[in-house]
Every structure is written in structure tokens, then in C-alpha cells.
């Protein structure tokens, strides 16, 4: 089945840019999404479409894709950021497909 | 203001059922693809089941892990969303989520299954 793969943890200090990646061999012809949950909340919507930022959400959250990787950049990371960030997709068969999650920790 | 407001939940022992519930307001969800994520503790995001919208045909469609067990529905009179559990597994221990997968999620619920 089909599986899209980030890695565990990333870890920034203040104002620094963290990088988030999510790869999956369907990404070049399939849209990513990202989200941000926070201990004990739902998941709120930071990119989707690759790259598109809905209006709530601070300019300091962009989205790319480079071939089979999506990534997530949070340029000037701040302490509020902390939280686990996962990508998502669809398979062949429409079908959705989350990433094992990263956690984020600004300190 | 759109919202997803859940009800339902619980602790129920292994083999039994549980009927989740999702109400809708401030959107049009006669409209929306409509799907329930789940959580289990401390681990990630798992998509359970999709429901499109009656216009893109309304097709259903299940993960593999509750296939044949969950029973996703809706009622667009109701602006409500469904989610029948049933022979549950202790593995399907987590916090049940609806959303749409866009802006709008629920507060999730919790179902404990456990002897």
C-alpha cells in the first residue's frame, strides 16, 4: 500500500527556519497538505494544495515541492510553533494517506 | 461561523458496538466530502473512511484496518455525519475525529475498547 514518509523530530532555536519533509512516490502528480495539532487539539490546516496558505494562517508557513518530496517551511520558527506537524495525500485509488507525523521543538 | 459538533464515544468491550455522531453547521455539507480520522493514544493521524457528496457521487470508501466492521453514513436533511463501530478490536482504541479535511474538524471522541 501505499505509504508517504516523514522523519520523527526536528528540532530549531527561536527565529530559526525549520524544514519539515514528506515523501511518497505519488507526490509529484498528487497534492500535499500539512497540518499543525497541538497536545490534546485537533489538527488545524496550514498548506494545502503544496503550497497554498489559507488566509489564518502566519506568512511564515510556506509549502514546496521539489519532485517526491513536499516540505514544510516555517521561516522564523517561534516557541507557539511547537506541535506535531503531518503531511498528507491520496493513493491511486483516491484514497488518504497520512505520514507518521513530526514533532517540532523550538528551543 | 462553520462547525463539526460530535457526540457519542465511550468504553465498550471487545466485540461490541458504538454509533458516532457528527452535526454540521455554518457550511454547506450537502456539499462536502465528509470523513472520519482517527487517533490512537500518543500515536498518529489515521484516515477510517470517506464519504463524498451525493453531487460527486457519493461514493464511500473504508481504510483496510475497518473494512467491513465501520459503517460510514450521513443525512444531508440533518446535516449529519455517521459512524457505526462494530466487532471493535482493542486496536481501535483512539480519539474519532470528522472532518472535512480542509478547515473544519470536530472536537473528536473518544472510544475505549477494552475487557
Known amino acids: 500500500s501505499y505509504e508517504v514518509t516523514q522523519s520523527p523530530s526536528v528540532s530549531v532555536s527561536p527565529g530559526q527556519m525549520a524544514r519539515i519533509t514528506c515523501s511518497g512516490d505519488?507526490?509529484?502528480?498528487?497534492?500535499s497538505y500539512w497540518y499543525q495539532q497541538k497536545s490534546g487539539q485537533a489538527p488545524v490546516l496550514v498548506i494545502y494544495?503544496?503550497?497554498k496558505r489559507p488566509s489564518w494562517i502566519p506568512e511564515r508557513f510556506s509549502g514546496s515541492i521539489s519532485g517526491t518530496v513536499a516540505t514544510l517551511t516555517i521561516s522564523g520558527a517561534q516557541m507557539d510553533d511547537e506541535a506535531d506537524y503531518y503531511c498528507y495525500s491520496t493513493d491511486s485509488d483516491d484514497n488518504v494517506v497520512f505520514g507518521g507525523g513530526t514533532k517540532l521543538t523550538v528551543l | 461561523e462553520g462547525r463539526l459538533q460530535q457526540s457519542g464515544g465511550g468504553f465498550v468491550e471487545p466485540g461490541g458496538s458504538l454509533r458516532l455522531s457528527c452535526a454540521a453547521s455554518?457550511?454547506?455539507?450537502?456539499?462536502?466530502?465528509m470523513n472520519w480520522v482517527r487517533q490512537a493514544p500518543g500515536k498518529g493521524l489515521e484516515w477510517v473512511a470517506r464519504?463524498?457528496?451525493?453531487?460527486?457521487?457519493?461514493?464511500?470508501d473504508y481504510a483496510a484496518p475497518v473494512k467491513g466492521r465501520f459503517t460510514i453514513s450521513r443525512d444531508d436533511s440533518r446535516s449529519t455525519l455517521y459512524l457505526q463501530l462494530s466487532s471493535l478490536q482493542t486496536e481501535d482504541t483512539a480519539v474519532y475525529f470528522c472532518?472535512?479535511?480542509?478547515?473544519?474538524w470536530g472536537q473528536g471522541a473518544l472510544v475505549i475498547v477494552s475487557s
Open positions: 494544495e503544496d503550497k
Open positions: 472532518t472535512t479535511l480542509s478547515v473544519f
Open positions: 464519504f463524498k457528496s451525493k453531487a460527486d457521487g457519493g461514493a464511500i
Open positions: 505519488e507526490l509529484p502528480r498528487r497534492f
Open positions: 455554518g457550511f454547506n455539507f450537502t456539499n462536502a466530502w
